[in-house]
């Protein structure tokens, strides 16, 4: 008789340990769910999905693959911020000679080349002869990249937070006379009225 040997209380079994692997495909833990072999109808699904994800062991495991998946692909903070430099700090200018005629692609630097979102390369033929070449190049979204350094570099601070309303207000009134009358004298019952 094969018994399947449950796992002790450090271990994932075998559909967790999946799991953990499929949600860091796409971070889309319903879909990692059915593809790890769970079986579920209607929205138990999300439910269940949703339940693993908060277990503390699945949670361990999905950071450690998601740092595996980093370290081998080079991902650090510095190249990330390198990248989002190079797009926030993109020039066209860099695109061309100094003659004013475009560089080969070869030729572009790095920081350049990965502020190029994409390149279309067009051209018009009449009577069988191309008569003109077209070349667009799009940039990534140079004021997204901004806001991303400035939040990574701590430039929103507190002063841009929403003021706080003050607590209590005192209000007095003055009289044609120049006499201050505080408020909450003004209308008493017995009392003349000033104003």
């Not at 018009?124 to 002869?129: A, E, N, Q, S, Y």
């Not at 667009?136 to 997204?144: A, E, L």
């Not at 008493?188 to 009225?193: M, N, R």
Request: glycine residues 6%; proline residues 4%.
């Amino acid at each position: 008789m094969n018994v399947m040997k449950k796992p002790r209380g450090s271990e994932l079994t075998p559909k967790q340990q999946r799991f953990a692997v499929e949600y860091c495909v796409d971070l889309n833990a319903t879909a990692a769910y059915a593809r790890a072999g769970y079986r579920s109808r209607g929205n138990s699904a999300e439910v269940s999905a949703c339940r693993l994800l908060r277990n503390a062991k699945v949670q361990e495991a999905i950071e450690l693959k998601q740092k595996e998946v980093a370290k081998r692909c080079e991902v650090t903070a510095e190249n990330i911020v390198r990248e989002t430099a190079a797009v926030a700090f993109s020039d066209i200018r860099k695109l061309f000679n100094s003659d004013g005629s475009p560089k080969a692609i070869h030729e572009i630097d790095d920081a350049t080349a990965s502020a190029i979102s994409s390149i279309e390369v067009g051209q018009t033929i009449t009577d069988g002869k191309v008569t003109a070449r077209t070349c667009r190049i799009r940039f990534w979204d140079k004021n997204s990249a901004h806001e991303r350094l400035f939040r990574h570099m701590g430039l929103f601070r507190k002063e841009h937070a929403p003021q706080k309303s003050p607590r209590k207000m005192k209000v007095v009134f003055v009289s044609p006379d120049g006499e201050v009358v505080p408020f909450s004298n003004r209308g008493k019952a017995g009392d003349p009225e000033r104003f």
